[in-house]
């Protein structure tokens, strides 16, 4: 004769009990299953983690040289942990005002936008520690067709005040994200780097020149046409390094301009893309190895 203990509230709550337990397993094994994939989107098999890249190559004076406000978004955590853990002096460079960008969201008068904007750039770069920041006013969009040797020599000579012993810029066949200003000033600085070891005088250039990389996989998979243009001319990184997130976070922010930049561009929110990618990546030129012909 049956008990009716199948049917008592005690054992129908244990039951119901142990069925929340295991749908939440499944469910926490499914949540670090996706963010695991989704992480291995912005992993770079090929790079070595350090805690700082300029501290890894003993720099003591570091130079971002870039082309637009925001673009220092990308080396974030370099610049913060050349400051604060290194102890280094650090300074950029960016060649235009950003004034023919799309804003996301409308903040400003399009004819203002490059005011604003190089406020922008100049005001996280003092959020990150930067000790200097010149935004020079050449063309959003049209630094290619800038007088290259005017670009070089203004460099040069940028460079031989600054005296860094560590420049970061971008790769010229990619540029990051293969933007074409980025390409060019990629190559304005392997340039000015050239001539002042041409030069030979007191500062004859940087001992190092540092590119950020871009995650291959996740371009391939968010970057549309300019994304695989970037996978397929940008060289493997020898070195990954802490994003420094909460910076990028407090970055776009700042930007107010560009804050849904990213949305815009990936369709995927800064929350989400920094959840996956924190980590920054970097290619390596040791100049007295592999000097720039």
């Known amino acids: 004769m049956a008990d009716g203990s199948a049917h008592h509230p005690e054992f129908l709550m244990r039951k119901r009990w142990i069925a929340l337990i295991v749908i939440a397993s499944v469910l926490v094994v499914l949540v670090a299953g996706l963010y695991w994939a989704g992480r291995s989107l912005f992993h770079m098999p090929t790079a070595k983690g350090v805690d700082s890249v300029v501290?890894?190559?003993?720099?003591?004076?570091?130079l971002g040289v870039f082309a637009h406000p925001d673009d220092e978004q990308t080396v974030n955590g370099l610049f913060w942990r050349a400051k604060q853990h290194d102890g280094a002096y650090t300074a950029m460079i960016t060649a235009t005002a950003g004034e023919?960008?799309?804003?996301?969201?409308?903040?400003a008068r399009?004819?203002?936008l490059g005011v604003v904007r190089t406020a922008e750039a100049l005001k996280n770069s003092f959020n990150l520690g930067v000790d200097e920041h010149e935004v020079w006013e050449y063309p959003d969009g049209g630094v290619p067709e800038v007088d290259e040797d005017e670009l070089v020599e203004r460099l040069v000579e940028a460079m031989k005040r600054i005296e860094p012993d560590v420049v970061v810029g971008f790769w010229p066949a990619s540029g990051a994200t293969g933007h074409k200003d980025h390409m060019e000033m990629g190559r304005v600085t392997e340039l000015a780097i050239a001539q002042l070891k041409e030069e030979g005088g007191a500062y004859d250039g940087p001992g190092h020149l540092v590119y950020t990389i871009s995650p291959t996989t996740a371009l391939s998979m968010f970057g549309g046409e300019q994304g695989e243009l970037?996978?397929?001319?940008?060289?493997?990184p020898e070195y990954a390094m802490s994003a420094e997130t909460g910076?990028?976070?407090e970055g776009w922010a700042i930007h107010a301009s560009q804050?849904?930049?990213l949305q815009s561009a990936y369709y995927l929110p800064a929350w989400l893309v920094y959840l996956l990618w924190d980590e920054e990546f970097y290619h390596v030129r040791d100049?007295?190895?592999?000097?720039?012909?």
Do not use: M
């Open 100 to 107: 023919a960008g799309h804003q996301v969201p409308v903040v």
């Open 55 to 62: 501290g890894e190559l003993g720099g003591e004076r570091v």
């Open 287 to 293: 100049l007295a190895t592999d000097p720039i012909d």
């Open 110 to 112: 399009q004819e203002d």
């Open 247 to 249: 910076k990028k976070h």
């Open 259 to 261: 804050a849904n930049y």
């Open 230 to 236: 970037v996978v397929e001319n940008q060289p493997d």
